[in-house]
């Protein structure tokens, strides 16, 4: 059996901003491009890896959300994304919390008003 997601798009209003913000906070590189008429910003995919990847969009078709899905970024130092993403202006929606054997969790607010969460496994 594989991993039952494959792919997930966090909807924008602003690209270049969602981008700065994104890259700073996880020192990511996001392709741009267009797909079916809609901005996109790709999140890396290794292939053949565990896990899914993604993109950041913009169209009609996307509105930022608190609400319904939760995405999770896996993330090596829970305190150091924090710090980033709180001087990349996020606000923190629930604090770092231990979870046991899953390490830590927290959710910030991104650069355009969606809940996503941090999580880092302990070593």
Known sequence: ?????????????????AVAFYEG????????KVVDGYEMALFPRADGKAGASGALAKGDAYTPSHAGCIIYFDVEDIDET????????AAILYPKKDIGEGGWVAEIEDSEGNRIALNAFKA
């Open 82 to 89: 924090l710090a980033q993403a709180k001087n990349a202006g």
């Open 25 to 32: 906070v996880f020192g990511f590189n996001l392709k741009r």
């Open 1 to 17: 059996m594989t991993n039952p997601v494959f792919y997930f798009e966090i909807p924008v209003t602003d690209m270049d901003r």
